[in-house]
């Protein structure tokens, strides 16, 4: 017993400092769900010693060490605003709308986003806005008027003569952070960007940076007897409402917009950790009281987390085939987000300057869609924490790098990796699809044949090709293996528009971006004579991408490598650059998971794509396949629980 007072005593000290650090200095040094996992921890001591210490966090709503600043007032709430209990199962959310169904049979429901923001209210008396705050401790805010007044998307009238506290989350969109940090002003997340901005005492900030406020409730009294009527109202006096807000009547409508919601949270400009469910009429959540520190009314359904902090061990730095140096950061191995985490990426030089990152330091990751994890910025200095060495010369082939902006690059041409990189980039499904030719193909022809550029692949023999695949200790039967290597390069030479374009490697152009060229310009001679106003007009592509697409083709050295290309047989299909489509997969949803032997994720989303299917990165109820390689984890054992049909690759190309 002794020991478990104890240790709920440690847990209230770590959690203390932590609240300190998130709330008052806005510095997270853990991530939320590793706040999460202590609280659970001395919740679930509590429950088994049947005490309660008097300083715990338990006890509060919110931060029970939230502090007023130096600067700032205090301001009491209407009336107390409680925070959310929070499930993270369907089948404990489904028990929650049970249990109020059983009781209250016409009870509907509502479902919205789970904001990661910063919780603010605003006063309106007398259809003026007289008075805003945050959150605080639910009982007592931070008084941030002028802050708030600020914000572009905050009416300072409304149309009631009332005396309303209207409330909603602060937040700064995605597109809007990264500005942010190009400006070169330093914050970890979007969270602690809205969190620090609103708490400056510069007023003028919230304008500066962009903050909004996503309007979802209502407190004080009102006459509104649903919340379907409460966000009507806040609609008609030009509040920015959540942007998903759907009614529901059964359980298994609630579990239907939880999956729709999980499987479009990657595509949004903002951040959500989840949804808030809501019995939609007010007398029933009237009814239903609320606890100490929950209302019975109201849930948090939580995603698994996408952040959590790990020690940075080392940082290595790779060369793509543009030369530009990625700095990888290796990491203490933690789980995150359905995967073991090992590396991440810290973008550039600048990057890492800027986030004031060092090795033996702790940092913050965050996942998510499925790419390679990111380092979000420093949490906590170790006693053993010292400078990333940040390279003069290429870590390859040893040429002194170029610095342009806040980017490192090899420009020696014949670097082998820049060379290797673009070949199977060149070679790729998206490129000229050249089958048999990937990765260690590719190394075995540049080592063994000297094949240091694309278009040599296609003076290949049949004895040269033999002898690389007597080289691969993969290769079965290597005569046969050469022979139709040798078919699929004949077989390249014949490329639709768009392929050809990718194959190039202009910076800045990927497959989305091919299509779109080729199905404006139709030719390479127009495309080659296009000048940057014509460029520019184009959706999706920038000033600095048309500059790009320029340069390129005002480069005699590109024009000889597209002219050897000719020169070798290759010949362009200007016709319906899409012809080869098929619609095969149509009305199909599909998530790729694990990895492939002769796919990469990008090539099987593309295939499915390109057959008129739709790619996914959450398994839910609406998935109709679940294409399963090695390692595929916890997407594959959600698909089996849900019934979802799990197909091998081979199935997968069975159906094509």
Same mark, same amino acid.
């Given at each position: 017993m002794e020991d478990k007072i104890s240790r709920m005593k440690e847990l209230i000290s770590e959690i203390e400092k932590h609240n300190y650090n998130y709330y008052f200095l806005d510095n997270p040094t853990i991530s939320d769900a590793e706040w999460d996992k202590l609280m659970d921890e001395l919740i679930y001591l509590e429950k088994e010693t049947g005490t309660t210490l008097e300083n715990s966090p338990t006890k509060h709503v919110g931060a029970n060490n939230k502090q007023v600043l130096t600067g700032f007032k205090k301001h009491k709430h209407q009336t107390r605003l409680y925070s959310l209990n929070k499930v993270t199962s369907r089948e404990d959310l489904s028990k929650w709308a049970s249990d109020i169904l059983q009781n209250y049979k016409d009870a509907t429901f509502v479902v919205e986003y789970k904001y990661d923001g910063l919780t603010l209210?605003?006063?309106?008396?007398?259809?003026?806005?007289?008075?805003?705050?945050?959150?605080?401790?639910?009982?007592?805010?931070?008084?941030?008027?002028?802050?708030?007044?600020?914000?572009?998307?905050?009416?300072?009238?409304?149309?009631?003569?009332?005396?309303?506290?209207?409330?909603?989350?602060?937040?700064?969109?995605?597109?809007?952070?990264?500005?942010?940090?190009?400006?070169?002003?330093?914050?970890?997340?979007?969270?602690?960007?809205?969190?620090?901005?609103?708490?400056?005492?510069?007023?003028t900030m919230t304008k500066k940076r962009n903050v909004e406020i996503m309007f979802y409730f209502i407190n004080g009294k009102s006459e509104f007897k649903t919340l379907t009527e409460q966000r009507e109202f806040m609609v008609n006096n030009k509040f920015s409402v959540g942007l998903y807000f759907k009614t529901c009547k059964t359980v298994e409508e609630i579990i239907s917009s939880i999956d729709e919601i999980e499987n479009n949270k990657d595509n949004l400009d903002i951040l959500i950790d989840g949804a808030v469910i809501k019995v939609n009429e007010n007398y029933i959540r009237k009814e239903l009281g609320h606890t100490d520190k929950f209302p019975r009314g109201e849930i948090a359904f939580k995603f698994p987390a996408i952040e959590i902090t790990t020690l940075l061990k080392d940082v290595v730095w790779q060369v793509g085939r543009s030369g530009k140096?990625?700095?990888?950061?290796?990491?203490?191995?933690?789980?995150l987000a359905g995967a073991t985490i090992k590396r991440a990426t810290l973008n550039n030089k600048g990057d890492i300057e800027r986030k004031k990152?060092?090795?033996?330091?702790?940092?913050?990751?965050?996942?998510?869609?499925?790419?390679?994890?990111?380092?979000?910025?420093?949490?906590?200095?170790?006693?053993?924490?010292?400078?990333?060495?940040?390279?003069?010369?290429?870590?390859?082939?040893?040429?002194?790098?170029?610095?342009?902006?806040?980017?490192?690059?090899?420009?020696?041409?014949?670097?082998?990796?820049?060379?290797?990189?673009?070949?199977?980039?060149?070679?790729?499904?998206?490129?000229?699809?050249?089958?048999?030719?990937?990765?260690?193909?590719?190394?075995?022809?540049?080592?063994?044949?000297?094949?240091?550029?694309?278009?040599?692949?296609?003076?290949?023999?049949?004895?040269?090709?033999?002898?690389?695949?007597?080289?691969?200790?993969?290769?079965?039967?290597?005569?046969?293996?050469?022979?139709?290597?040798?078919?699929?390069?004949?077989?390249?030479?014949?490329?639709?528009?768009?392929?050809?374009?990718?194959?190039? @490697?202009?910076?800045?152009?990927?497959?989305?971006? @091919?299509?779109?060229?080729?199905?404006?310009?139709?030719?390479?001679?127009?495309?080659?004579?296009a000048k940057f106003e014509d460029l520019i007009e184009i959706n999706d592509i920038g000033e600095i991408t048309a500059l790009d697409i320029v340069n390129y083709f005002n480069n005699e050295k590109n024009l000889n490598f597209i002219n050897s290309l000719f020169e070798r047989g290759v010949v362009i299909n200007y016709e319906d650059n899409l012809q080869n489509q098929t619609n095969k997969l149509e009305n199909k949803t599909f998530v790729v998971t694990g990895s492939f032997e002769k796919y990469s994720r990008d090539e099987m989303h593309s295939l499915i794509e390109e057959n008129g299917g739709k790619t996914s990165t959450s398994v839910s109820k609406k998935t109709n396949y679940v294409i399963a390689g090695e390692d595929a984890g916890s997407k594959l054992t959600k698909a089996r629980e849900l019934g979802v049909t799990v197909l091998t690759i081979d199935d997968f190309l069975n159906m094509l």
């Open positions: 209210n605003i006063n309106y008396n007398n259809g003026n806005l007289i008075s805003a705050s945050t959150r605080g401790n639910g009982e007592v805010g931070e008084l941030v008027t002028e802050q708030i007044k600020n914000i572009k998307n905050v009416p300072l009238t409304i149309n009631s003569k009332l005396n309303l506290e209207i409330g909603g989350e602060g937040i700064i969109r995605r597109s809007t952070f990264k500005k942010i940090l190009e400006a070169g002003e330093e914050f970890k997340s979007e969270r602690n960007t809205v969190a620090g901005t609103i708490r400056n005492l510069d007023p140096l990625t700095p990888i950061a290796i990491l203490d191995e933690v789980y990152v060092k090795i033996n330091s702790r940092v913050l990751i965050r996942r998510s869609n499925e790419v390679i994890p990111e380092v979000l910025g420093l949490t906590e200095l170790t006693s053993e924490s010292h400078d990333i060495v940040i390279p003069t010369h290429c870590p390859n082939c040893g040429e002194p790098l170029s610095e342009i902006g806040a980017n490192l690059f090899c420009t020696n041409d014949n670097c082998s990796v820049r060379q290797k990189e673009f070949m199977e980039h060149f070679c790729s499904r998206q490129g000229f699809d050249i089958e048999g030719i990937r990765d260690k193909t590719i190394e075995a022809m540049y080592n063994e044949l000297g094949v240091t550029s694309p278009e040599k692949i296609f003076d290949l023999t049949y004895d040269e090709l033999e002898k690389i695949c007597l080289l691969e200790s993969s290769a079965q039967n290597e005569s046969l293996k050469a022979k139709n290597i040798l078919k699929a390069i004949e077989k390249a030479k014949n490329i639709d528009f768009n392929k050809f374009i990718f194959s190039l @490697s202009i910076k800045g152009i990927g497959t989305k971006a @091919s299509k779109t060229l080729a199905k404006k310009f139709k030719t390479l001679d127009n495309l080659k004579n």
